[in-house]
């Protein structure tokens, strides 16, 4: 069972910042890395993601807002969210799919809420 254990997540006040970050196992290598959120009442959907060498994708709710980077060495990700909005609230969960299995792994999530 491959862990995604994320971190950072909490309550800001909008127009503030958070940043998450999610740590995958030591022995483990992955392709794309990436962020998903869901708002209570919809669908999971994309935030960014980003690819072993560096390309980044981003949602167009948060372009100039949101940065995602990684740690290739500590297989970890990370997602910077700056200009925060209520809007913004949501659980959001770790992305990776597996650079041998191909297989999609999940993190828990967490949850993060943007107060007006």
């Known amino acids: 069972q491959v862990q995604l254990v994320e971190s950072g997540g909490g309550l800001v006040q909008a127009g503030g910042s958070v940043r998450l970050s999610c740590v995958g196992p030591?022995?483990?290598?992955?392709?794309?890395m990436g962020w998903y959120r869901q708002a209570p009442g919809k669908q999971r959907e994309l935030v960014a993601d980003?690819?072993?060498?560096?390309?980044?994708k981003y949602a167009d709710s948060v372009k100039g807002r949101f940065t995602i980077s990684r740690d290739n060495a500590k297989n970890t990700v990370y997602l910077q969210m700056n200009s925060l909005k209520p809007e913004d609230t949501a659980v959001y969960y770790c992305?990776?799919?597996?650079?041998?299995?191909?297989?999609?792994?999940w993190g828990q999530g967490t949850q993060v809420t943007v107060s007006s």
């Open positions: 992305h990776a799919v597996g650079a041998a299995s191909r297989n999609d792994y």
């Open positions: 030591s022995r483990r290598s992955f392709n794309a």
């Open positions: 980003i690819s072993s060498g560096g390309s980044t």
